[in-house]
């Protein structure tokens, strides 16, 4: 007998905590010990624990937590939920919440060095008052949380622990591709348990972390026969005869968990482990969890049921009060029911709820049937946003709800998809705005909506962005509004390469303005000049626009700057004056406005100051807003400049990046030779021509 005969099992068949030692992993334990000691060494590693629901990832993923704390790593650990896809950066925040709330305030501070305090904005906790700014970038999130982990890292050897990777949001898995690239040189380890992709909520992108070529995959094996004869001589206390075992053996695959079930059924159906019952346990199959869930719950007073199914609504980790709230039960009651949840095995923990197994809570949520769970979803969404959860607590919630014309649920949806679009998860913002949509909005409100969810498409790159403006456009009601939608539309034509249909928009949108917003105006005249400067047709439109430009009499605002950037731009494509460029471009840049819009400008400005030599210039106002380019969702306008940039001539735009990859790309590709501007000094781009 091992020690695993002596592990005890609770009454649903799952063990309490890992068997140990794990029965058949021997393999996997030895892998598992070589990547943390590597990492150890600075040799950062991927490890991924694959296999289908119960093979025994969270086992294994026990094991590594102890094997990291023993080798004295820091251990940082989050579990996915099953319903928490739509919480941006869930999973991070998971990971790091609690090391960086625990640390003293200069060990923070080392912590959140450098790029780092880019993510701060995700961790409000850490600081009272009100929240900064979250930068509105992908990659300087990215970047920062690397650098975050990073720090932590370089402070203390790290080992990151993250269970039921299959259900985690988009941008933490995003970010774990991101850092799964850089991990060279990282006193850091991820292990990460997961479903096969095909389970999870994004399957492209987790297979593409699975098949990343620093991952090290393990897949645990079912269990073979001999395990499955001890597990069952230890479970029912009988030397089981040899066709009773083959009968466990092929109801339950050799699944852990299934075999605990199954056994666990056995023993109360009180069948003797004979060959002549082997049949019987054939028709036990491996639905002896949810059986054993229901068989449970049955046998509890309706308090307990209703906080286990309130429980199940919420997720995992949810607060008792929550839990409480939306089974209407005073709060000791709930406790009471919750005391008593822990003691049939159904939960580990009362206080946060803590399920004793996933399987546990898919069980519950089963119960409770398709009605119920809409009423019961909109409930939990009130209760969350009542106690001041994050928005994206009660957004996932009403994700679920069926619409109803609720001006309630649009709001919070909106304020929800605000902070996804802040943090740069334009997918998540773009399901809260859809769902938004179908509500659906009255009056002024389906205008706003319809214009963010355009601009939050339009950032993810979908087509429906150009259908979504127009609508904005014709669902406006005042003016000025309305002409907003309509630059925005034209902008998005500009991007989808339709520029004849952008003109068109464009022309007719300033036209219907009028003179009594001259800021919007000069935006248009900004636009319709880049626009038409791509079609040969319309140069003459260019061509009388850009003369129209008095300089001396632009107004200042938003507008101003982008016509400013135009004229630098224009100035340098023409071979005109060296000086006018540079001055015109700094002078947009300066105005501090560019960045903030989804408009041509910004490029308009950098690529003027790079076409002039300022390459220094040009580099540090690109990084800036943009943080580090070349991964995942660039947006349209990131990959237009590098693209423009690069067919420009200047070699020197692979000083934008770190990244050795994203540099060998650029430099690999043979710039075409063009006219440069006269110049008094040497520009750095010239060195190698
Ligand atoms: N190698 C093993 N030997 C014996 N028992 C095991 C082994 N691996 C797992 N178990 C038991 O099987 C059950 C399921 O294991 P675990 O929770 O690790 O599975 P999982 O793969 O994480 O499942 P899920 O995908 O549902 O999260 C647990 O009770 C665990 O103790
Ligand atoms: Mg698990």
Not at 190 to 211: K, S
Not at 219 to 225: E, V
Not at 516 to 531: G, V, Y
Not at 572 to 583: F, I, K, L, N, P
């Amino acid at each position: 007998m091992t020690s695993a005969d002596r592990q005890p099992t609770n009454r649903l068949g799952i063990r309490a905590g890992p068997a140990r030692p794990l029965l058949e992993r021997d393999g996997e334990l030895a892998a598992l010990q070589e990547a943390v000691a590597a990492a150890r060494a600075g040799e950062g590693r991927l490890v991924a624990i694959e296999g289908s629901a119960g093979i025994g990832k969270s086992s294994l993923l026990a094991e590594s937590r102890a094997i990291a704390s023993g080798a004295g790593m820091r251990v940082l650990g989050a579990r996915a939920g099953e319903h928490e896809a739509e919480f941006a950066f869930g999973v991070v925040r998971q990971l790091f919440e609690q090391a960086l709330a625990n640390a003293s305030a200069d060990q923070r501070a080392e912590l959140l060095a450098g790029a780092a305090a880019l993510v701060e904005p995700l961790f409000p906790a850490l600081r009272p008052g009100p929240a900064p700014a979250l930068a509105d970038s992908p990659f300087a999130m990215q970047h920062g949380l690397y650098w975050l982990a990073a720090n932590m890292a370089y402070l203390k050897p790290t080992c990151l622990i993250v269970d039921d990777l299959h259900w985690a949001d988009g941008p933490s898995l995003h970010w774990l591709g991101y850092l799964v690239r850089r991990l060279e040189g990282l006193p850091l380890v991820v292990v990460a348990a997961t479903r096969p992709p095909e389970q999870g909520n994004d399957a492209a992108l987790l297979d593409e972390l699975l098949t990343d070529p620093a991952a090290l995959i393990i897949q645990p094996a079912p269990l073979t026969f001999p395990s499955i004869t001890q597990l069952t001589r230890m479970r029912l206390g009988l030397e089981p005869a040899e066709a009773f075992c083959a009968a466990v053996a092929v109801a339950t695959g050799g699944n852990p968990l299934f075999v605990g079930a199954l056994l666990d059924a056995i023993a109360q159906e009180r069948l003797e482990p004979t060959g002549a019952h082997a049949r019987a346990v054939l028709g036990l199959g491996p639905r002896a969890i949810s059986r054993a869930v229901s068989v449970r719950l049955g046998r509890l007073p309706p308090d307990s049921i209703a906080v286990a199914r309130a429980a199940a609504m919420l997720g995992d980790g949810s607060a008792l009060r929550h839990a409480a709230a939306l089974a209407e039960l005073d709060l000791v009651v709930a406790g009471r029911a919750a005391s008593r949840l822990v003691r049939v095995d159904l939960f580990r923990a009362a206080d946060p709820i803590e399920f004793f197994h996933p399987v546990v809570r898919s069980a519950l949520y089963d119960t409770i049937d398709a009605g119920t769970r809409i009423v019961l979803h909109r409930r939990a969404a009130e209760i969350l946003a009542a106690a001041g959860a994050p928005p994206e607590r009660a957004a996932g919630h009403l994700l679920r709800v069926a619409p109803a014309g609720d001006p309630g649920v649009v709001h919070a949806l909106r304020v929800a998809a605000d902070r996804a679009l802040a943090s740069g998860a334009y997918t998540t913002a773009v399901e809260y705005l859809r769902r938004a949509l179908a509500e659906p909005p009255e009056g002024e409100e389906r205008f706003e909506v319809l214009l963010e969810l355009g601009l939050a498409e339009r950032r993810m790159g979908a087509p429906d962005a150009v259908g979504r403006l127009e609508a904005a456009m014709h669902a406006a009601t005042e003016p000025t509004r309305r002409a907003w939608a309509g630059l925005e539309y034209g902008r998005t034509l500009f991007y989808a390469n339709r520029l004849a249909g952008a003109i068109t928009v464009l022309s007719e949108a300033s036209d219907a303005l009028g003179d009594d917003d001259p800021d919007l105006k000069e935006r248009f005249d900004a636009e319709i000049i880049a626009t038409a400067r791509w079609v040969a047709d319309f140069y003459p439109l260019a061509a009388e626009r850009l003369a129209a430009i008095d300089e001396t009499e632009l107004h200042g605002g938003g507008g101003s700057a982008q016509l400013l950037a135009t004229l630098a731009v224009d100035e340098a494509v023409r071979c005109g004056s060296r000086e006018q460029a540079t001055r015109r471009a700094r002078q947009a840049l300066a105005m501090g406005v560019l960045q903030d819009e989804d408009a041509i400008g910004y490029q308009h400005a950098v690529n003027a100051l790079f076409m002039t030599g300022e390459t220094e210039k040009a580099c540090a106002a690109y990084e800036q807003p943009y943080g580090e380019p070349g991964d995942g969702e660039t947006p349209s306008r990131c990959r237009t400049c590098l693209a423009s940039s690069r067919t420009s001539g200047f070699d020197s735009v692979a000083c934008l990046t770190p990244n050795p990859t994203f540099a060998r790309d650029l430099s690999s590709a043979e710039p075409p030779r063009r006219p440069r501007l006269p110049s008094s000094g040497t520009p750095a781009h010239s060195q190698r021509s």
